[in-house]
Nanobody, 129 residues
């Protein structure tokens, strides 16, 4: 599976961005799909995930400000982020996992012992105050 992110930009606090991830090379219909982010000196953290049934989960830090969605073909993953804060600045990665079953995507995304199968190269988000 190849994952290609885009949409990262430099924005002012309070602004909005929509990140896009295009999946190719394999059918991701049944996969967990998600967005993670990492800023310098910090561990990579999950931001939002969506499972094969469309159930979504968000980190507390973005809940209410972010929306994860997939297109009808389930080959494109989006992350709409509003009311951006300086602490949202990071490199955002799209990821897919085929091994997590059921509706356990958030559990596997937050597990310190498990890493999702496939990752994109990331797209940079900068937020100025």
């Amino acid at each position: 599976v190849q994952l290609m992110e885009s949409g990262g930009d430099s924005v002012q606090a309070g602004g909005s961005l929509r990140l896009t991830c295009v999946a190719s090379g394999y059918d991701t219909t049944s996969a967990c799909m998600g967005w993670f982010r990492q800023s310098p000196g910090k561990k990579r953290e999950p931001v939002a995930v969506v499972d094969r049934d469309g159930i979504t989960n968000y980190s507390d830090s973005v809940k209410g400000r972010a929306t994860i969605s997939r297109d009808s073909t389930k080959t494109i993953l989006y992350l709409q982020m509003n009311s951006l804060k300086p602490e949202d600045a990071a490199r955002y990665f799209c990821a897919a996992d085929f091994a997590t079953g059921g509706n356990l995507c958030w559990r596997s995304a937050t597990s310190v012992e498990y890493q999702w199968n496939f990752w994109g190269q990331g797209t940079q988000v900068t937020v100025s105050s």
